[in-house]
């Protein structure tokens, strides 16, 4: 079935420091999800993008559609603790699909 | 406030036991589903339900059974626990795929 290979699946990194994380895939996405998960709790809704090349921002996180519709890309700028967590990227193939899931990259912020 | 309402949060349970974990949305959403969170799993679809009166497998449905009750509720069912079914249990809904889904706080289960 198809899958989201999501990298990396671990970071470190000092408060203050922009991250960067991507989702990949080998076949076409036309809906790209980013969630995030705060510990203890259910994932959340960060930035929902619906059209190859968009761009779109909440705050300091910014997240892009890949031109290819097989990949997606989150950025947050000057990470704060709050920032700490699981983000998970998800594609839609087509509406009527089920939503996939990548595995999940870990963020973790150093004092 | 509006949600995904799961209970219990915490539960324990014996080999062999069984139980039901509850999953209640007041959005009025139409898809409703049961996920497992492992470690380094990342989120594995168990069971869903398209609509009322209706549902599926999922990715790992062996050990389970779903019941939708009505438009609200969907309930995942352990007739038999097993250790290997520790895990993170989450509900999701949603009206519209293109939204994406609306997840609960979970259910955090541990079977010994």
């Known amino acids: 079935g198809q899958q989201l290979n999501q990298s990396p699946q671990s970071m470190f990194i000092q408060e203050g420091e922009d991250v960067s994380m991507n989702c990949t895939s080998s076949s076409i996405f036309n809906t790209w999800l980013w969630y995030k998960q705060d510990p203890g709790e259910g994932p959340v809704l960060l930035i929902a993008l619906y059209k190859a090349g968009e761009l779109t921002s909440n705050g300091r996180l910014t997240a892009q559609f890949g031109i290819t519709r097989k990949d997606s890309f989150l950025n947050i700028s000057a990470s704060i603790p709050s920032d700490v967590g699981i983000y998970f990227c998800a594609g839609l193939p087509n509406r009527d699909d089920k939503i996939i899931f990548g595995k999940g990259t870990r963020l973790h912020i150093l004092p | 406030n509006a949600g995904v309402t799961q209970t219990p949060k915490f539960q324990v349970l014996k080999t062999g036991q069984s139980m039901t974990l509850q999953c209640a949305q007041d959005?009025?959403?139409?898809?409703m589903y049961w996920y497992r969170q492992d470690p380094g799993m990342g989120l594995r679809l168990i069971y869903y339900?398209?609509?009322?009166?209706?549902?599926d497998k999922g990715e790992v449905p062996n050990g389970y059974n779903v019941s939708r009750l009505n438009k609200r509720e969907f309930s995942l069912r352990l007739e038999s626990a097993a250790p290997s079914q520790t895990s993170v249990y989450f509900c999701?809904?949603?009206?519209?795929?293109?939204?994406?889904?609306?997840f609960g706080s979970g259910t955090r289960l541990t079977v010994v």
């Open positions: 959005m009025n959403h139409n898809s």
């Open positions: 339900s398209a609509s009322e009166g209706t549902t």
């Open positions: 999701a809904s949603t009206r519209d795929r293109l939204g994406g889904y609306t």
